[in-house]
């Protein structure tokens, strides 16, 4: 069972041997090869040269030391040419001869490339001194130069104005009367309050557009509710009924369904009512009835105080798409005191009933979904910023 | 595995009940975008209830209504456009009518006269809702006074529909400024917040500054050159009484202010060239020195409560404005924008300072908070300096300059959201305007 933990042991304990003790069998190092050299004077050379003439055995050993000669030359060189000269093919000599002539002279040449130095030329240099020369400053002169015609430009503004009186004097009564706040505007760099009360009739402008659809269920709801509005016009009041029966019919099956779903007998019969019934709302629809709403919220005329408190409403809608005016109800607030909140409260029953005065146009196959409404009045958007 | 199907069954099953769940109750949604502008209403004539009160009665409608379309906020509806009209003050009100011309507020009113007394009540209908906004009031006083009880009305109204106090029924004492800039007139004169019944309160034979209402409004600060250098006097507006405050010699004492008890006064004083704040009090004229600084250091204004006070100083080597504690110590800075900032008035709600900024060759009048957060400037031109708060800390009145040698002061109103800016009826020229408190 243990022989492999064995062989493992072994093996890791040979090698932290080997990593401790291997140094005993690294090899030594080679020692270093010395080679005597003698130093010869002239007469000693000469002798040995008088003798290689003659024996050879000795020469070996002389030529195995010549090599090395030529690298110490450098020293020796200046001395030995005088001595070789008159001898002859001997090497050492011809790297004088070349001293005096002019060939080696293209080799420094090659030196010469060195002259690549040309990074001290660096022409660049002159580069740095151009830009000092550019006249951009004068190009920031000219503007202020400009700005001085701006007082010579006055007296033209006033032949101009002297001209306008020929206009229709009675118009420009009416635009006189007009220009006083234009003026005040024009001085006020808050030209975002200026541009809330513009978008303000493009956003009451929408509520009529979306009146009009709604014509044939509010005669049917008319008849629903005929007491709080003396409109009761007693035209197609049998017509109205079949159709709110439809709906009726359809809330009927989808509350059994639900029963049937839900597998409790006695639970259908009373949640069916309070459950809102009917295929939900659209994104679409949702959007345009809290358009609706918008349009006619004006929090114009509300406290500081009342713009930071979010009220929620809860009002009974008739099938009409008309809001139940008694039951608009605060639900809830935050953000302020009670009075704000009553202040925040009454703006959005206003903007309730006015913008559903004719009815807000929602299906009315599924009444059911938007019979009850929570609508919550968040008016952080519209602070004074 | 089994386990993992049947979480995952369960969870879809939750999610499902959740759904159903949301789906049920009403139809919520959420409305964060509405329209800003005048709320629009309709004033038909009030009623005469008496033989001669029928011209006072057209008076005080109108007075109302400009009074509500004067504040920037309401929209008065014509009288050619009403379908019906209002021939009793106790008859049932047509909201049919109303509604049709789109008037989202209906005031009615009557006027009867009684030799020298005069009484109004009115009623404000939310026609919409087809209620009454609160329940009819009736003012009493004289004749003379019928301005003022116009000004209640509106006042009523103002605050039943906007949730905060009016601003009517309140008083402005200015400089009246006449003659050319080379050699202007200048003297105190009080009148209604809107220009009417003024009243001049000194003569031009000095140079008179910075008036100030006291919180109860029947004394007036003001700085006048009287004795050939600067001191501050005190002025009983009833008996037009007045005395100086008294500050030791070759001192220049400017820029009063009352404290919110109305016994202080918070002033600053020149004295070898230096330039500090101190406060003094009425009675006994005991004086305490606040700042003590080789900078200039003037504009003095209380908060509502009275435990601090904002000013401006050049410390910082330019005019900012700080906020000290009414008993002195370390003065915070509070403004970093870019300019001049000058002539500090704490708000009455205490939650904005106003202030006079010059930056760039423009002054503004503008607004912020406490810590100088939420700059707001509300105006520009080429002067406007001296901002005032209007009693319910809504509105701001300043003084606007305009250029040339021909140039000459008047007042001007702003509401704080930079809407409705408009000058001020004035006979004549004026500047250092003061609001007084809603009168009692």
Known sequence: MHTGHYISGAGHLGLIAFLLFGGVFRPDPEPFEMQEVSVLSAAEFDALVAASQSAEPPSEAVQSETPPAPAETPEPEIQQPELIEPEAPEPDPVPEQPAPTPPPVPEVSEAAPELPEPPAEVAVIAPEVAPVAVPRPVDRVAPEAVAQPDPEARPDVVEQEAATPDAPAEKVVDEAQEATAPEEATTEIVTEAAEAPKAAPNQSARPPARRPTPPAPQVAEAVETPDPTPKPDPKPTPKPDPKPAEPKVDTDAVAAALAEALGGEDKPAKPAPAAPTGPPLSSGEKESLRLAVSACWNVGSLSSEALRTTVVVSVQMNQDGTPQTNTITLTGSSGGSQAAAGQAFEAARRAIIRCGSRGYQLPVDKFGQWQNIEMTFNPERMRIK | MILRVVSICLALICAVAGTAQAQQGPLRIEITEGVIEPLPFAVPSFQPESGDAGQMAVDLARVVSEDLVGSGLFREIPASAFISTVSDFNAPVQYADWKAINAQALITGAVSVSGNTLNVKFRLYDVFSGAELGSGLQFSGTVDGWRRMAHKVSDAVYSRITGEGGYFDSRVVYVSETGPKDNRQKRLAVMDYDGANVRYLTDSASIVLAPRFSPTGDRILYTSY?????????????????????????????????????????????????????????????SVRLTNTPAIETAPSYSPDGSRIVFESDRSGSQQLYVMSASGGEAQRISFGEGRYGTPVWSPRGDLVAFTKQNKGRFHIGVMRLDGSEERLLTASFLDEGPTWAPNGRVIMFARETQGTGGSSSLYSVDISGRNLKPVRTQEGGSDPSWSPLQN
């Open chain 2, 226 to 286: 009287e004795s050939g250098f600067p001191r501050i006097y005190v002025l009983d507006i009833g008996s037009v009484q007045r005395r100086v405050l008294e500050s030791a010699d070759g001192t220049m004492s400017f820029a009063p202010r009352f404290s919110p008890s109305g016994n202080t006064v918070i002033y600053s004083l020149t004295q070898g060239g230096n330039t500090d704040i101190y406060t003094m009090d009425i009675g006994s004229g005991q």
